[in-house]
């Protein structure tokens, strides 16, 4: 077997840890540490920090590191993303919060290539790119217009007004997107570099993929658009 040929993901999660010489742990807020066992080699490949922190000529023999100020869930992300085979990570379905703490992680610890994804990421989920929870059990496709930070859930237009009208959910916190034109520009001419990382995992149809994300774009416009008409509207209603 060649190192191409290693599954560096499986590597990440399994329990063997006879060869993983590094364990974070990650504390946020008030909750448990969570530890997570990696690979300092290849942590060091990847960000001149840990290299440095690793490596050099006054490190130390490290085996354990606090990570504090950002949640568990974003920094096994991190890894899944340094880890990762041809199509095995994927930015779909992380929360909004999780990728502000990617986002942070990747300046700290100077990962470029990261930094990047995660800033497209974010304008992406905030123009639409992650599909409507609820819709997608029901098989079908409506881009995300807000985030239930409670249900952790992202959520269509429809799906969204119908949050605030039942009981059970009508209180929960829904951060509502809205995608500035300059913004929705600059995305489209960032996906073509990251836009593997967009696509549903296990997906090997490139031209597929590519329609998708087209029409995920244009479905983007369109929900902008409605709420800029929208708005329009409740603007005109208050003034009569």
Not at 59 to 83: L, P
Not at 182 to 198: A, G, N, P, R, W
């Amino acid at each position: 077997m060649a190192l191409p040929d290693v599954d560096w993901s499986d590597l990440l999660e399994s329990e063997d840890s006879s060869t993983k010489d590094i364990t974070f742990f990650i504390t946020d807020g008030d909750e448990a540490p969570v530890a997570i066992s990696c690979h300092k080699l290849l942590l060091a490949f990847v960000s001149p920090v840990f290299k440095q922190m690793f490596y050099g000529q006054k490190c130390d023999s490290v085996r354990t590191m606090d990570i504090v100020g950002v949640s568990s869930e974003s920094f096994r992300k991190v890894m899944e993303f340094i880890y990762q085979t041809k199509n095995s990570f994927s930015f779909l379905g992380i929360a909004p919060d999780d990728l502000k703490n990617m986002l942070t992680l990747a300046k700290r610890y100077q990962m470029k290539t990261l930094e990047s994804a995660v800033g497209l990421a974010i304008r992406k989920s905030e123009g639409g790119a992650n599909p409507c929870k609820n819709c997608e059990e029901e098989r079908i496709s409506r881009v995300s217009v807000g985030y239930c930070q409670d249900c952790e859930e992202y959520l269509c237009q429809e799906c969204s007004m119908a949050h605030g009208r039942v009981r059970c959910t009508k209180h929960h916190t829904i951060r509502n997107f809205s995608v500035e034109s300059k913004e929705h520009t600059q995305m489209l001419e960032d996906i073509s570099e990251f836009e593997k990382y967009f696509k549903p995992q296990g997906s090997g149809d490139v031209e597929n993929a590519a329609l998708v994300n087209q029409v995920v774009c244009l479905q983007a416009e369109v929900t902008r658009l409605r709420q800029q008409l929208q708005q329009q509207q409740d603007e005109y209603l208050n003034e009569i």
